[in-house]
Each structure stands twice: as C-alpha cells, then as structure tokens.
C-alpha cells in the first residue's frame, strides 16, 4: 500500500468504521444515527476511494453488501458442531413433563426451580455464521444437520449480519447461530409487488426467506428484505465462553448481531407459562412469524450434562403455538364489489381454525391470483393467517381435487347491478363500470360519506346504509339530507329515539370543513392527507374542480394517478350533480385563506407520536394540518418538529439523534395558539 497517501489511508478506515456504526444502529438497533442522505454521502465517499485505490477494498467493506458474480451452484459445507434441531411440546403438561425429565437427571428436587431463557420460535431458515479473527469467512444451511449448502455470498448481503465483529474482544474462532427471516411488512410489499406485476408471490414469510437465500446470484438475494436474528454458538475458541445462554446472547449482542427483543430469563416452568401466554397474545402485533416459544436451560453447566438424544439437546424445547396455516374445503366464491367498483373473489370455506380465530372466508385478490392458484370450488386448500392481515388462500391440493369441482370463472357483468365488468391494461384489479348505478358502489360511497373521518355521521352504520338503500330511500349521498322521520321509523329494528337521533347527526354533519368534504366524495386514491393538500392549495372546491391535471400535477404529493382521478370524478356530470344537492341542502365549511399568514407551516412536516394527553392524535393532526403543515408517520431529515407525548419510543430518538426539533403536546398547544 505504499502508494497510497497516508490521509487518504486514514479517511478511508474512518469511513469504514463509522459507515459500520451507523450501519449497526439503523440494522441492528433500529435507531438510525444519522439521516440517509448522510449516510449515502459517506458511503459514496468510501466508494470513490475505494474506486481510486482498489487494493484497500477488503471484504468486509461497507460497500461489499451488494451481491456478487453468480455462482453454478452450491457447494457442501461440513458443521463441526452438529445442527440440531428440537423436539416440541404442545400443550402445558408436556411442558411440565419436560421440566421433570430434566430435573430427574439432575437430581433436582420437583420443588426447586429451573432457571431458562424464554425465546420466540422464528419462523425463517437457520443459519450458521463462522468468524475467524472477527471476520465472516462462511456462511450456511442447516442442511441435514451435518452437511449445508455454502451461501456465503448470500449472508453478506443481509445488512444485520456484521461482516467484521464489532470492538476487538471476540473468540479466534466463532460460530454464531441464529435464524435468517423477512419480516411481514417486506413479505407483504414484495407479494403485492409480484401480484401486480404477474410474478409468483411466495407461499409465506419463510418460504420467501428459504427462496431468497437459494438465489445463485446474491445480487438478487440483496433485493430481499431479510434479516437475521442470533440464538446460539457452535464452534468457538480461544477465549473463556460465557457461563449461561443468557450471558452468551449479551455477548453476541455486543459484537454487533441482532438479539430478539423479547428474550427472557425466568425461574421455572410456570413463568414459562406465563411467558407464552404474554407472547401468544403479542404474536399478531410482531412484525415476523413466529411459530412457538424455545425454552432453553440458562446454565451451560447443565446443559452439558443433560446433553442429546438423537438429533435434539435434552435442555431445550419448541412450544408451539396454534398453527397459521390450515387445510379447509373451498365451497364456494362470492364476487364483491367495492366502493371504486373492484370486484373481489372472495372464498367461502368451510369454517377452520387458524392463526387462533375461526375463519370462513378469504381474499382470493383478482383474476390473475386465480389462475395462478388454478383453484376449482370443491377443492382442498391451504388457508393462512398471520398477524392481522386478511387470511388468504396459498395453494390448492391437488392430490385432494375432488370428481366434479368447478373452475372458478371471473364474471363479466357485475353481480349487483349488471354493467360491464371491465378491466384496465395494466391492472390487475377488474372494476364494475356502473358507478353510482351500481347499488353496490352507491352503499359503498355513502359508507365512505358517513365514516368518522369523512362527514362523521354518528348512527349511520354500515348495517344501516344497506338497509337504506335496499328500501329505496336513498339512492346518493345527497338524498341522506332528504330523510323523513316517518319513512325511517318504518324501517326494521329503527326505534323514534334512534332515528331522532340519527336526523340530529346527519343535520350536523352540515357544518364541516373543505378537507373533510372533499375526503368524503371518495375520489379514488385521495385520502385524508391528499385532501387536507387540496384544501390548502386551491382554497375553495370550485377552484378544485376547475382546476386541470396540470395544475394539479404542480401540488406537493399528487401524481399522475391522483391528478387524473380527481379531473375524472369532476368531469363526470353524476358527480357534479351530488355535489350541487349537498351545497343546496346546506353543506357548507369556511373556505380556506391561502395568504402566507393564514397558512404560516405550509411546506414543513410534524410527526406526532407517544400518547397525546389534553388533546387526540387526530385533533392535533387536524389543527397542524389547517396551518398548512404535512403530518407524517415517520421521522426523516426532512421531519421539521416532532410532538412526543409520553410513552414515545424510536421516532423520538430518531428524532434526536437528527437534531430535530421535539415539542411536547402543551409547547405544541402553545405554539398553535400563538400563530
Ligand atoms: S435453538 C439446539 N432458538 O427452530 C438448539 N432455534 O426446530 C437449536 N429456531 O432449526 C436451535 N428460533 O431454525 C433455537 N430462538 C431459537 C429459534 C430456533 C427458531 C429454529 C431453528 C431450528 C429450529 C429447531
């Protein structure tokens, strides 16, 4: 290297450091540093060197996360230290047995309590991880225990696996084990992603992490949004082990690995217990699948002595949880139709348990997603669960395919009012073309109308507005300012109080305000922010609605999508008339005052988060948004204030490591009263 300056020498393992520690804090920690913008800056500058000077680029760069040449295939890879895996449990008494085997073997009293360390069951691919002199050399499968698949390539890409151990006090020699997983949200984005475009969506989040690390070409496998978590340690050498699992995992926490947050030490078999039950009822809010609790003996003393049997240590155990997949009969398809007119295939089965509810019906998304499950009504299929997300339908059995089970056909004409069903190039979502004709979309609309959010009409239920509209009393949203009191009360379970009551709430509902209505007219893809963005840009609906896709494209937030929606839901004349009934039944709000004073936070964003005291989160997004500020869900370096209220967690420390500025509810209120 003696060609190479020595300041540049010097800036270029500075670079490397700190791109690893910010790399730690937002992959590891989830508590970004820095802003991404400067990290890409770092980055860059690290790749400009490292372009100039290629013989200081070493393996473990930051910059070597990216994937590399594809390879032909795998090669096999020997554990020095079997893989084990583990035996389960299901039910509490099995768990109890296997906390009296143990203590049987170690002539512990029945009475005296074990120490373990509680873990959640990820549902992803094992891997093992060999770092020799603090760096990654290899990384593998679980294969059968013994002999995995080298997929190296394919770890480094994961931004939580360190490619060198953080500080300088580590083992010569490390094996570190752990679990390699996609969290939901990412599973879902890229399901979604491949719906649209045709790809084959994975079967669930395991799959999608098993497919993603069986990549040859670990640029592919860079795409992926994994992440790894560590559990154990299989090789290790040349320094003192730490006495317990627990200690073990602290440790691993330290040279930079991602530790379950949900870990735990406890003392006996019904903390255990206590411990599933805490987990179980937490396992739908997790952003990954677990699939059970692993229980394990803290004291690596003991674990030793209790030892294996066959393939699984005698000082662990999987509790299962209930599972997320089950088989059912698909007994018939339904077609819905939504509020912009999709029409959704949804499943009818044959009631099943599953992910812990009873499940009856599940989404079957569109004609494209049919097809690709090739599922016939009368046949087997595997229904899913997971967290809350609507169950969905995986695949067909097709070894069950009964005599006589019918293709499912896609209709052409929409079940409820019979227009044509058509769909756009390019979309997979097929829509009913009748618009307000459609029964189905008017009860939608008027839904959408009546929701808190929106026109906020207390009492209008969905059940209601069904019940409306299937008796002809209102065909529009503009017809709910013509109910009569006696037409109400004739209808079915609708006492004089109630309907009284209702009368009040939609007159009230007069009174609103320029975001509010235009959210409420459901122009497709305008949401609560799209039309307080409105509001605050063009002042008053008719300057909305005269307004062209030009001068709509040039507001913060609206595409071509956008655009295009709201001049098509202004040019159609149905529209336009309901817009005229509800001015003329006295729909009214203030228009808004464009001056810079009137709207003195236009152009900055506010997060709000933590628990807000004196007033509701909603409240003051509102009174943020009439000032003319955006109000988002996430702190970046283009946040301009966070309100945190207490209880705030990572978007407050986001904030502050950003040196943005934080407000408390009562600075806020002040501040808004002083504006
Ligand atoms: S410990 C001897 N801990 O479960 C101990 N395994 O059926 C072996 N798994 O192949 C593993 N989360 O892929 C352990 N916190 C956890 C785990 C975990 C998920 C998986 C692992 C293993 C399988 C065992």
């Given amino acids: 290297m003696l060609n190479i300056p020595e300041a540049v020498h010097q800036r270029y393992q500075r670079l490397k450091s700190e791109l690893n520690h910010h790399n730690h804090a937002y992959y590891v920690l989830d508590d970004p540093s820095i802003p991404d913008s400067e990290y890409d800056r770092l980055m860059r500058e690290l790749q400009d060197i490292e372009q100039q000077y290629s013989e200081l680029r070493t393996p473990d760069s930051p910059s070597q996360r990216v994937g590399g040449v594809a390879l032909d295939s795998f090669s096999q890879v020997k554990h020095e230290v079997p893989m084990l895996s583990l035996d389960n449990a299901f039910s509490d008494q099995e768990m109890s047995d296997f906390d009296r085997r143990i203590k049987d073997r170690i002539n512990l009293e029945s009475s005296q309590h074990l120490a373990y360390a509680c873990e959640p069951k990820l549902d992803g691919v094992a891997v093992s991880l060999i770092y020799e002199q603090g760096l990654l050399m290899r990384g593998a499968t679980r294969g059968d225990g013994s002999v995995g698949e080298d997929i190296t390539a394919n770890v480094r890409t994961i931004k939580s696996i360190p490619l060198r151990l953080r500080g300088d006090d580590f083992p010569e020699l490390l094996e570190v084990r752990g679990e390699i997983y996609m969290p939901r949200e990412g599973f879902n984005e890229f399901n979604t992603k491949a719906r649209e475009t045709g790809d084959k969506p994975f079967v669930n989040p395991r799959n999608a992490a098993a497919g993603s690390l069986r990549q040859l070409d670990s640029k592919i496998t860079a795409t992926r949004p994994l992440e790894m978590c560590a559990y154990s340690v299989g090789q290790y050498q040349g320094s003192q082990k730490p006495d317990s699992h627990f200690a073990m995992l602290r440790m691993l926490g330290t040279l930079g690995f991602k530790i379950n947050q949900h870990i735990k030490q406890v003392e006996g078999i019904d903390a255990c217990e206590d411990y599933y039950q805490q987990l179980a009822s937490l396992r739908d809010q997790l952003d990954y699948d677990i699939d059970g609790i692993v229980y394990k003996v803290n004291d690596f003393k003991l674990q030793e002595r ?268 149905d529209n336009l008339s309901i817009v005229e009934a509800l001015r003329k039944s006295g729909v009214q709000w203030k228009d808004i005052d464009q001056t810079a004073q009137a709207l003195p936070l236009k152009g900055q964003t506010w997060v709000l988060t933590g628990t807000l005291e004196t007033m509701s989160r909603a409240e003051a997004k509102d009174r943020l948004q009439q000032f003319g500020a955006k109000v988002a869900g996430s702190v970046s370096a283009k946040t301009h204030a966070v309100v945190a209220g207490p209880s705030a967690g990572s978007k407050l420390n986001k904030a502050q490591a950003l040196d943005i500025q934080v407000l408390t509810e009562q600075s806020l209120i002040d501040f808004l009263d002083n504006l």
């Fill in 306 to 573: 209790l030892g294996f049997v066959a393939k699984a240590p005698r000082w662990a155990i999987a509790r299962k949880f209930p599972a997320q997949e089950e088989m059912t009969r698909l007994l018939d398809v339904e077609f819905q139709v939504g509020r912009t007119g999709a029409v959704t295939p949804v499943a009818r089965l044959e009631p099943v348990f599953v992910g812990g509810v009873t499940v009856g019906n599940a989404t079957l998304h569109n004609a494209d997603e049919i097809n690709r499950l090739g599922v016939c009504v009368g046949d087997t299929v595997i229904v899913r669960r997971a967290g809350d997300v609507i169950p969905q339908i995986v695949k067909a059995v097709l070894e069950k395919r009964p005599q006589g089970a019918q293709p499912i056909i896609f209709p052409e004409r929409c079940p409820v009012c019979q227009s044509s069903v058509k769909r756009t190039e390019g979309e997979a979502v097929a829509r009913c073309t009748g618009g307000l004709f459609c029964g189905a979309q008017t009860k939608e609309a008027i839904k959408h109308y009546a929701s808190r959010k929106a026109m906020d009409i207390d009492g209008l239920g969905d059940k209601l507005v069904d019940a409306l509209v299937d008796h002809d009393l209102i065909y529009s949203v503009a017809d709910l300012y013509e109910l009569k009191l006696e037409k109400l009360i004739n209808l079915e379970r609708m006492a004089q109080k109630s309907a009284e009551n209702l009368l009040n709430s939609i007159e009230a509902s007069k009174q609103t305000t320029l975001p509010k209505f235009l959210f409420s007219l459901g122009i497709r893809e305008v949401g609560e922010a799209t039309a307080q963005t409105l509001a605050n840009n063009f002042g008053t609906l008719d300057t909305v609605i005269a307004a062209t896709a030009e001068q709509l494209l040039e507001v913060e937030d609206v595409g071509p999508i956008v655009a295009r929606h709201i001049v098509d839901f202004f040019r159609n004349p």
